[in-house]
Structure formats: structure tokens, C-alpha cells
């Protein structure tokens, strides 16, 4: 049998390590045996590429969303980007709102990615004043700018009733394509990829951290963006940790981080962020990996990088409660190269480490899709949506409901218990509830969860509008209504669709509307204002 190298398919980039040589896979756009079936594992994950695409149009809708929760996933890693504009104005907000209600509306817990997409700069720019080849200090305008302008706008706006908390700083930081930066290229820009220096990665993350904190985003936590792990020379530094202690070095020499630590209790991280693709060669079962070091096949071989990575960052930390977000592995079927079956082969088992391993926090596999027009095939489904093999192993593995085929466009269902009381405002699940108009409160009159009602006060009957927002039009199909007297809830849209209804004091009633045609707009009349309630409010589009 030939000997299998652990070279990635494909394009070739280079990274800065002890081997300035080696090469890795460029990925663009950010960037086994199976184990046993799991009811549920809390640290699945998936992305499929850019969220919002030209024109702001919305890519990741609420069937992808839910698409991907049917599949396991119970996180998703979004990548933030200006996507032409200029700033963080109030139309791009608008789509990355509607985003963010479709990934929490199926149930997913969102990783933020914020990197050079996310802030207008060039290599040059963020990479100002580095210690290790400059002699600065590492701190610049671009990152000051990046942080205040782009990472606290983000995390300020989706603060509130957490829609978004983790928050990756950055993408491949260590990844550089043209000139290696230890050699220290008198044009920055020349360097290429995503690399920024230690030094600049380290005031980075400080800033980001302490930015939270002045600013009171209590629950929003630094994740350090994701690092690339790469099987070069079967050694632990193949593993991102050379980088990320490198960045710990530089952060407390330079950067305060010795500060940071005795005012809030921790270095700047609140996880630390790994790329994980390794043994493109083969499957994880080949005997010819036992040739090569590591000298490790199936699990052992691949927890191995996991747990280097990990044991570096511990060491370079002091703090072992933190956890790995692995937030991009995975494995390619290129036109000619590994099978699908392989493909599935090593995703059980990377899933059967995942799902035991302690200091996973999250994995999000790249990529759902496939997208032929970048090169990249990792996908567990092709560009048609025609589920690969690895869907099933990888929706088996995470307890997902759709194993096999592919789910239809899927019904939304609108409910209110991830909201605190009060106003419910603009965005939500998809939805534009106005201004004003609505409000959530607890359970009444037989609907036991939580629910939400027209903010009118006593005044009877009252009328409030739910529009489709950025999502465009709505088919509503059924809600769950009920008020403490007998009452009449009347539905009516802009196509001149009616729905009326009456019913008993506390009868919590499933109302089916029956129509056919889509709505900008759906009209609520409840007859007895503020004291009518609904619940479960179920579209799709």
C-alpha cells in the first residue's frame, strides 16, 4: 500500500510555525467507526458559508436553520460581514437581524464571527506596529476601529435576551499564504490569508474582552478565533498551540493582560478557537498511518491534536475550566478524490470524539453544502440539497430527526419562552412585531408557557399587525389563542384573507387559518384587547 501523506486536497496555503515550509488547505470564504446514536449532544454544530449574500439578500433562512437543527445541530457559527457596506448601518442589521431570529428561532445557539470581513482594512492596517517584527507595542488604530465599530456594535445589539453571547475573534489568524511574516516582508500586505501577528492578535482579544465588560454585555464571551490544526509533521505543534502561546506571550508582555487578569479575574479568552482538518490522506482506519507519526489510527489519532491544543492552552492560561470551540473541521470529496463513504467514515468517528471529550464547549462542521464555484466539497450535502452519506452518520451521531432525507421547507412555530416580559419589538423569530404593539408576559388563561398580547391596555377590542419584515411575506397557518372571558380573535392580511373565531373563557384553542396565499401583513383583533393572548404562531415561507 502507497504510504499516505496528510496533505489536504487542493489549494495550498502556507502558515507561520517551527516548519515555514509546510502547507495547509486554503478555505475560502472564511474564511471512524460510528459511535452509537445519541438522544441529544449539546455540542454539535454546523455553517453553510455566508449568511447574507448580494443585496443583502438573506441566505441562511429559517427552512436552512431548521434544515440544520433536523440534522443535529444545536449550535451555528455565523460570519458577520459588511458585505459592501461601509459601516454597521441599519440595512445591514436588518438582514443579520433577520438571521439571527431564523437561527434562534430553530432553536440554535449562534457563534459570531467577526474578522476583516466585518471591518473595512487591509493587511497592513491591522498589522500596525507589531512587536515581532517592528518593535511596537502591537496596538494600532484598525484594531481600536474593529473592536469599537464593528465587535461592541455586534454584541451590543444582540445582547439582550442572549441571541448571540460567543463571539470568534477573528479567522485563522496564523494563516498566512504569500510571504512568510517571520521573515518580516517589508510589504504588509504582501503576507496574505488572514495572519495577523501575535502581538496585534493579543491586543485584539483584550480589547474585545475589556470591551464587555466596560460596556456591561455581561453574558457576551470572547472566543479566540479559530486557529488552523493541520497534520504537517504528526507533532503536537501542528495543533495551533506554537500560535496561540506565542499570542499569550506577547499579550501579557505588551498588551496588559496581567491587568485584564487582576481586574476580572481572567486572561482575555473565554475559549479558546481551533480549525481542525487533518488526515486528508485517507480514512482514520489506513494501517499506514501506525507508519508515520504520530503513530496513531481511528480516535486516538485524531483526539491527539484536540488534546495538544488544549494542553497548550491550559498551560499558557493557568485556567483548565475553559473550553476548545472547534468551530471548523471536516473532510472534502473533490470530483476524483475521497469517496462519500469515506467521508462519512471519518466524520463518525471525529463525532464519537466530540461527543466524549470534556473541554469541547462547541464543533460547527464546515459546511452543510457543497459550492463547487469555491472548490470546496466538505459538505454533508451536495449543491442540489441531495443528502451525501455523512449526513445520516452525522445526524445519527447528534440525535437529529432527519437522517436521510432532506425536510421540506419547514413551518416556523413562533414561541415566546426564550423572551423576557415586556415589550416585544421589532425582529423576532422571523417576524416584525412593530413598535409598541406587542408585549410577552406569563402563562394565562390555559396557555401554560409563555405568550404574547396587544399593549393596549383595557381598551377593547384592539387590533395589532405582524408584518413579514425582512423575510418578505408570510404564510400564517395556525396559532394557538386565549383570553379569561368569551371572545373573538379576527385574523385578516393584506390579500383580503379573514379568519374569525369565538371561544370560551380559558379554552387555549389551536386556530387553523386554512389559507393559500402568502402575507405582507396579518391584522390581530382580539375583542377583549390585552386579555386575548396567542401562542405557537406557525408560518412558513
Known sequence: ?????????????????????????????????????????????????????????????????????????????????????????????????????????????????????????????????????????????????????????????????????YWEIWNEPDVWTSSNPASCPGNLNGIGGSYVYPSNFAWMLRRAYEGFKLNNLVNAKVISGGLLCADFTGTCDDSGRVYLTAAYTKGKALAGWETIKTTYGFYPIDGWGQHVYVVGCCRLDDPALLTQAPFLSGSALYKFYLDCFYNGAVAADGNSSKKVFVTEWGWSTPPGGRSQTDQAYNIGVACGVYNTTAYIGAMTYFTVHDNSAAGLYYGL??????????????????????????????????????????????SYSGLDWGSGVWAVGGPFAGITTKNAFLNTGSSSPATGRISGGTGGAFLLKSLLASANSRWTITLNDNNGQTFSKTINKNVAATLTTGWTLPSSWVDVTSSVGWNGVIDNVTYSR
Open 1 to 165: 500500500m502507497k504510504t499516505p501523506t496528510r496533505n489536504h486536497l487542493g489549494i495550498f496555503r502556507n502558515i507561520l510555525s517551527p516548519w515555514p515550509w509546510l502547507l495547509a488547505l486554503l478555505l475560502a470564504g472564511l474564511c471512524c467507526g460510528p459511535a452509537p446514536a445519541s438522544a441529544s449532544n449539546a455540542v454539535a454544530g454546523m455553517q453553510d458559508g455566508w449568511t447574507v449574500g448580494a443585496g443583502d439578500a438573506i441566505l441562511l433562512t429559517a427552512a436552512k436553520a431548521q434544515q440544520m437543527t433536523n440534522g443535529g445541530a444545536k449550535w451555528v457559527r455565523v460570519n458577520f460581514r459588511l458585505n459592501g457596506h461601509s459601516t454597521w448601518d441599519s440595512t445591514i442589521l436588518a438582514a443579520y437581524d433577520q438571521v439571527v431570529a431564523n437561527c434562534r428561532g430553530a432553536g440554535l445557539t449562534i457563534i459570531g464571527l467577526v474578522n476583516n470581513e466585518g471591518w473595512p482594512g487591509a493587511q497592513r492596517d491591522w498589522n500596525q506596529h507589531n512587536n515581532e517584527c517592528a518593535g511596537g507595542t502591537g496596538d494600532n488604530t484598525y484594531i481600536q476601529n474593529y473592536v469599537n465599530n464593528a465587535v461592541l456594535v455586534l454584541a451590543t445589539r444582540y445582547h439582550a435576551n442572549s441571541q448571540v453571547t
Open 381 to 426: 450535502r451536495l449543491e442540489d440539497d441531495t443528502a451525501k452519506i455523512s449526513w445520516g452518520t452525522y445526524c445519527t451521531n447528534e440525535g437529529g430527526s432527519s437522517c436521510s432525507a432532506p425536510p421540506p421547507p419547514g413551518d416556523v412555530v413562533v414561541t415566546f419562552d426564550d423572551r423576557a416580559d415586556g415589550a416585544l419589538n421589532g
